[in-house]
């Protein structure tokens, strides 16, 4: 089972169940703020995104144990709760020599500036085939952090229910 997609399918659940409301159409207003995606693989790719009112936007990349790559937002287009966004290329720190190619997040979402909250489905990408991901879930803020945090959580209890060895 997919976390990222079992997580989307709880909290839009959780929404329509407990307010009824669907969210409306992503909007450049509700765009704004942080979303990440953590696609299931192995090892684990954390797309991280920072989408601001005025100034530069990034999309970040890292999979875990490898150096970050970071894109700038070169363009952007949102209509209808559709969104067309360019990342330009990159080079990490750590790998000087290797260039990543341009990402493009071509998909359709829907939020809500407060709360913040909402959701994109980055259904394709302009970039060459190996660099799609298709089907990834953008989630509005730093949820992944929240994921980690319960992980040392979870991990502590399981300790705690271990008997000692005698």
Sequence with gaps: MKFATTLIIFLSASVMIADQVVDPPVTAETLVGTWEAL?????????HMEI????????AQITAGTGCIVRPLLSS????????????????????NDAAPDIW???????????????????SNDAPADA??????FIKGTWTRDVAEASKVAEKAIKEQTPSPK
């Design 39 to 47: 696609p299931e693989q192995h090892p684990p790719l954390l797309w």
């Design 52 to 59: 601001k009112k005025e100034g530069v936007s990034y999309l």
């Design 77 to 96: 287009e949102i209509k209808d709760g559709r969104i067309r966004l360019h990342f330009g290329k990159a080079s990490s720190k750590e790998m000087p």
């Design 105 to 123: 997040v071509i998909g359709k979402g829907s939020a809500v500036a407060d709360p913040p909250r909402g959701v994109i489905e980055w259904k």
């Design 132 to 137: 799609a991901k298709l089907g990834v879930y």
